[in-house]
C-alpha cells in the first residue's frame, strides 16, 4: 500500500533561520581574516533584539555587533513595524575563548592528526529520487519558498509579503519508496495587514479572510507555476493540478519573525539537511567552525552518499561516520543501501570499500573539501546539502572602510568529483 511523507522547509526570514544566518555570518568574518579561527557562535533573536554567546578563538577582531545588524536588515527586517529592525534593535554579546580541555583534542603538533572536535555521530544521505539527490518532499519545500523569497525582494507582484515563511510539502510512494505524486503543499507566510475595516468597510475578521483568499489566489497563480517552471520535466508531471493547496490556514499571519517567535541557533537541523529522511546525528551546523566534525563530517557523509548513488553503486545511501572528541581516525565508518544496492555486496562490504576511498580525519575532510574559508553564509537557508557547487568573489569590509576579497568554492560536498574512482572500486561500468 503506498504512503505519505511529507517534509517542511522555512524562509530566511523564519526568527530560526535569522540566527543560523547571524551566526554563520559571524564564522565567515573570522575566517577571512584568520582561516584557522576557532568559532562555536550560537544566536538568539526575539523582540527588538539579538544575544550572541559563544566561544572564539581568533588571531584578528571583528564587529561582531555590526555584523549581526547587516544580517538582519538584508534579511528584510529593517521596519520598527515589524517589531525586529536591525538598525535599531540591541545586541548583547557573551562571546569568550574556546576551552582550553577542547583545543589540547583539536590543535596537535603534525595538522594532519588533528582530532575531533566533540565526540557524536553524523549521517549524510542521497536519493536518485530527483536531480540534487534530495528527497522530492523536501527540493519542493524550499523550492517553493526560494520563489516566495525572490518574489518578495522583487517588490513587484506580491508587495504585502514580509519576510517570515513555511512550507510544508506531502508526497505519496509506493512501498518501495518511489515518488507517485505531490499530494498536499502547505504554504504559510507573513503579510502586511493591506485590507483593513478603514480600507475596505468589511468587518475584521472579513478583511482577514480577504487577506488569506488573495495570499491563496497569488501563490497559486504566482509563486506555483514559477515553481513548477523550474523543476526539472523529468519529475515535473509529479506536481498535478489536483494538489491540495492550505495557506495560511489560520487566517492571518502578521506578527511574525522574532517578534513572532523567539529565533535560536541550530533549531532547523532536519530542514538543513533531509527534511525526515535518512537520519540526523543530532549536532546543529550554523556557527561552527569545521574542526568541529558536526559540520565537517556531516558534509562529508553527504559528499560519500551523493558520489554512491551518483556512480550507481545504490539509488539510496545513507552514510553514518563517528568520533570521538581529540581522536582522528573515526570509531565506524557505516553504510545503509536500504536493499537498493545494484552492486553483489552487502552493505558491510561496501561500508569497507568506502572506508578506503575516503580519508575521514578531521584535517583530511577540512582540506578535501576546502572547509577552512568563509563560506558558510550561503549554507544558513535552504539547506546545507542539495545546492549547486560554484566558486565565487566576497567582498568583506572592516571597521576602517577598506575592503578586502576571497575567491572560494561553495558547496564543495556536493560535487560529484569521486564517481569514476567510486566505480573503478565496485567495478561498475
Not at 568529483?417 to 567495478?427: G, K, L, N, S, W
Amino acid at each position: 500500500m503506498n504512503y505519505l511523507f511529507t517534509s517542511e522547509s522555512v524562509s530566511e526570514g523564519h526568527p530560526d533561520k535569522v540566527a543560523d544566518q547571524i551566526s554563520d555570518a559571524v564564522l565567515d568574518e573570522f575566517l577571512a581574516r584568520d582561516p584557522d579561527a576557532k568559532v562555536a557562535c550560537e544566536t538568539m533573536v526575539t523582540t527588538g533584539q539579538i544575544i550572541i554567546a559563544g566561544e572564539i578563538l581568533a588571531d584578528t577582531y571583528i564587529n561582531i555587533m555590526g555584523t549581526a545588524r547587516d544580517v538582519a536588515a538584508r534579511i528584510g527586517y529593517n521596519r520598527a513595524d515589524l517589531g525586529f529592525d536591525g538598525r535599531s534593535c540591541g545586541v548583547l554579546l557573551a562571546v569568550h575563548e574556546q576551552s582550553p580541555d577542547i583545543n589540547r583534542g583539536v590543535v596537535r603538533r603534525s595538522p594532519a592528526e588533528q582530532g575531533a572536535g566533540d565526540q557524536g555521530m553524523m549521517f549524510g544521505y542521497a536519493t536518485d529520487e530527483t536531480p540534487i539527490f534530495l528527497p522530492l518532499t523536501l527540493a519542493l519545500s524550499h523550492a517553493v519558498l526560494k520563489e516566495l523569497s525572490a518574489i518578495r525582494h522583487e517588490g513587484i507582484q506580491m508587495p504585502y509579503l514580509r519576510p517570515d515563511a513555511k512550507s510544508q510539502v506531502t508526497v505519496e510512494y509506493t512501498p518501495e519508496g518511489k515518488a507517485v505524486r505531490t499530494d498536499t503543499i502547505v504554504v504559510s507566510t507573513q503579510h502586511d495587514e493591506f485590507i483593513t475595516p478603514d480600507n475596505s468597510g468589511l468587518s475584521q475578521e472579513q478583511c482577514d479572510e480577504a487577506m488569506r483568499q488573495r495570499i491563496e489566489d497569488d501563490i497559486r497563480s504566482i509563486v506555483l507555476p514559477r515553481v513548477i517552471a523550474k523543476v526539472p520535466e523529468d519529475i515535473r508531471h509529479l506536481i498535478g493540478s489536483d494538489v491540495k493547496l492550505l495557506v495560511n490556514p489560520t487566517g492571518k499571519f502578521v506578527v511574525g519573525g522574532p517578534d513572532g517567535d523567539t529565533g535560536l541557533t541550530g533549531r532547523k537541523i532536519i530542514v538543513d539537511t533531509y527534511g525526515g529522511h535518512g537520519a540526523h546525528g543530532g549536532g546543529a551546523f550554523s556557527g561552527k567552525d569545521p574542526s568541529k566534525v558536526d559540520r565537517s563530517a556531516a558534509y562529508a557523509a553527504r559528499h560519500i552518499a551523493k558520489n554512491l548513488v551518483a556512480a550507481g553503486v545504490a539509488h539510496r545511501a545513507l552514510v553514518q561516520v563517528a568520533y570521538a572528541i581529540g581522536v582522528a581516525e573515526p570509531v565506524s565508518l557505516t553504510v545503509n543501501t536500504y536493499g537498493t544496492a545494484q552492486v553483489d555486496m552487502t552493505d558491510g562490504e561496501i561500508s569497507r570499500r568506502v572506508a578506503k576511498i575516503f580519508d575521514m580525519r578531521p584535517y583530511a575532510i577540512i582540506e578535501r573539501l576546502k572547509l577552512r574559508n568563509p563560506i558558510y553564509s550561503e549554507t544558513a537557508t535552504y539547506g546545507h546539502v542539495g545546492r549547486t557547487p560554484r566558486s565565487v568573489t566576497k567582498t568583506f569590509r572592516n571597521d576602517d572602510g577598506s575592503t578586502f576579497t576571497r575567491e572560494v568554492e561553495l558547496f564543495t560536498w556536493e560535487k560529484l568529483d569521486f564517481v569514476d574512482q567510486i566505480r573503478d572500486a565496485f567495478d561498475l561500468k
